[in-house]
């Protein structure tokens, strides 16, 4: 295969001599396929929390110690460093840490680290002076006997504490480039990418920085939170970020909860919580008025469903304005709970969906959740491809790994349940190539010549391969719009 100016320019069964000037890329008997989609991430947070000190899985202070040294070496002097997942129960001592503890680590960062439940925090001296915390008083500020700041904050003040933290599109840039440079070695071409709620200005802001400096090697389909939509046009955002790498394709609303949390909103309670129906977060009026308002900006709306209840919400918001084509391609996240009146309903209106295959080795609790019935609905994979649903496989990265590898493996295998929902290697495929790509409304061209040259090499031949090993497949080279973007060999 020959590629020139961001095209397949030819594919021919015969050995060609490659023209002078050619980057050559040697396949070594591996696959090639067309560059893989993640249609749902998170790269923002999941930089975040790469940038952040993880601590769960500490059991004594000293370890804390260790990995906050780390954390503190990556930032600069006078950054914040800020880690989460500490449990003083997992301590020997079993006694709150105190900022004494972490002060000579950190003499000039200010740090912020909270417990694994979230709602307790330790500060740094440093810290206690970045926020301005030294004369406060209250139940939320630990003081020990000689009524000193111990340092452990907690609920307000520790809310306050994180809503404080520097936010800047630089931040945010730096995240990105980090996730970005991971996706790249997965054999990731185009990210669909949730902005998140809190920061949507730093994020769009540093995408569109980093678009304007030509500093991104792949595809950015973007979807929004609809609290960003007025900033969007005030901005003029929807222009600057129109073009063929990146670009604002939609809206990402949140019907409901999840089903680890209780909080998917059910049409029957919860078989491990007979009095909890979990939570819808808009009425269906409410969810119909949003997506029109998406839908009548020319956007494409995507709606986070889990539970039936909250599917078939959505499914009906989405069918009312998708008519029976779906031209923009409305689609529903997670589908989650996903009965055959809700697949019948989505068929009718062209309705798309996004799924999570990993999603199906890590709910362990499922059946708790829903019971033996229900759970046969659960991720009903093949069932939905076969009666016409277009699905697109996506990460939920951080939520899960970002390897569409991976991603293809629960999809095949569903972790070695006994199931008729897993997927062949070619269904597995166009869960990340194919379904993606039409469902972030590119077209669906793949490997033949004239179409975009967005390209990802594996290095095995995954042709008659048993699903199981398909894990352990590697990636010999991602290229986008014709430039390799990683290469085995090249780094
Ligand atoms: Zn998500």
Redesign the pocket.
């Known amino acids: 295969m020959y590629c020139q100016d961001g095209k397949i320019a030819r594919i021919d069964e015969a050995t060609m001599t490659p023209p002078s000037g050619a980057e050559v890329i040697e396949a070594n008997g591996g696959s090639l396929c067309a560059g893989f989609i993640d249609s ?3 790269p923002f947070e999941y930089g975040w929390l790469k940038r952040s000190v993880d601590l769960r899985g500490t059991t004594n202070i000293t370890a804390v110690k260790l990995r906050v040294v780390a954390g503190i070496q990556r930032a600069k002097p006078g950054e914040w460093v800020s880690g989460m997942g500490w449990d003083q129960e997992a301590f020997p001592e079993k006694a709150m840490p105190s900022r004494t503890e972490i002060d000579d680590i950190s003499p000039e960062n200010p740090v912020v680290l909270s417990r694994i439940c979230g709602h307790v925090a330790l500060l740094n001296s440093r810290g206690i002076e970045a926020l301005g915390y030294a004369n406060r008083t209250g139940e939320e500020y630990e003081r020990d006997r000689n009524g000193a700041l111990t340092g452990i904050v907690k609920e307000r003040a520790l809310e306050e504490a994180y809503e404080k933290l520097p936010r800047s599109a630089e931040r945010s840039a730096a995240y990105l480039q980090s996730v970005e440079a991971e996706a790249g070695r997965l054999g990731l071409a185009t990210l669909h990418c ?1 902005i998140s709620r809190d920061s949507f200005r730093e994020e769009l802001e540093a995408l569109a920085a980093l678009d304007a400096s030509g500093s991104l090697s792949l595809r950015y389909r973007v979807y929004v939170p609809p609290e960003a939509l007025d900033y969007i046009d005030a901005t003029g955002f929807g222009k600057k970020l129109g073009g063929p790498c990146v670009r604002i394709n939609g809206v ?1 609303i949140y019907a409901d909860g999840s089903l680890g949390a209780r909080t998917a909103a059910l049409r029957e309670p919860y078989a491990d919580d007979p009095s909890n129906t979990g939570i819808l977060r808009y009425t269906d009026e409410g969810l119909t008025d949003l997506v029109e308002a998406v839908d009548s900006k020319g956007m494409q709306a995507i709606v ?1 469903a889990i539970g039936d209840r909250a599917v078939e919400q959505a499914a009906e918001a989405l069918g009312n304005v998708a008519g029976g084509l779906n031209p923009r391609g409305h689609r529903i ?2 589908t989650s709970l996903l009965p055959k009146d809700l697949r019948g309903k989505m068929t009718r209106h062209s309705v798309r969906a996004t799924v999570q295959p990993l999603f199906i080795t890590s709910d362990t609790w499922a059946v708790d959740r829903l019971g033996e019935e229900r759970v046969r609905d659960l991720y009903p994979l093949k069932t939905m491809l076969a009666e016409g649903i277009v699905a697109s496989g ?1 990460s ?1 990265s951080p ?1 899960e790994s970002m390897s569409p590898i991976l991603g293809m493996w629960a999809a095949m295998t569903r972790g070695g349940a006994d199931s008729h929902e897993k997927l062949s290697l070619e269904q597995a495929l166009s869960l990340y190539t194919t379904n993606g790509r039409s469902n972030g409304l590119d077209s669906a061209e793949g490997l033949v010549e004239g179409a975009q040259a967005d390209l990802t090499l594996l290095d095995s031949d995954i042709g008659g391969m048993h699903p199981a090993l398909f894990r352990k497949v590697g990636v010999l080279a991602t290229i986008v719009d014709g430039r390799a973007v990683h290469s085995y060999g090249a780094d």
């Open positions: 749902h991430c998170h949730i990402k986070h996240e997670h996506g939920d939520i």
